[in-house]
Nanobody
Framework: QVQLVESGGGLVQAGGSLRLSCAAS????????MGWYRQAPGKQRELVAD???????NIADSVKGRFTISRDNAKNTVYLEMNSLKPEDTAVYYC?????????WGQGTQVTVSS
């Protein structure tokens, strides 16, 4: 089992940058596939990016070249580095951990990009 706590969300102007962190508590962090998802008001939750212990396996076309997912297994933390932010990036961002086909979700953190 794992508990996820996200941080780093907030308000930023278009073109700015933000770094989200997801701290995991529990054992065997390196065995989890970690991911970031987002959900804008009135829209379905969508995958932003995910990563295994050492390889990015998915990234949304809408954020390629702007966002980067990474993880530090020693710190039990996964990051989402967001650059060149656009108003359409505004959403609640969720951290996800998956192991043995069971998914754990963080509480989400709000990212708002102003124009």
């Amino acid at each position: 089992q794992v508990q996820l706590v996200e941080s780093g969300g907030g308000l930023v102007q278009a073109g700015g940058s933000l770094r989200l962190s997801c701290a995991a508590s529990g054992s065997s962090f390196s065995s989890y596939v970690m991911g970031w998802y987002r959900q804008a008001p009135g829209k379905q939750r969508e995958l932003v990016a995910d990563i295994t212990s050492g390889k990015i396996t998915n990234i949304a076309d809408s954020v390629k070249g702007r966002f980067t997912i990474s993880r530090d297994n020693a710190k039990n933390t996964v990051y989402l580095e967001m650059n060149s932010l656009k108003p359409e990036d505004t959403a609640v961002y969720y951290c996800k951990a998956t192991r043995w086909s069971y998914a754990y979700w963080g509480q989400g953190t709000q990212v708002t990009v102003s124009s």
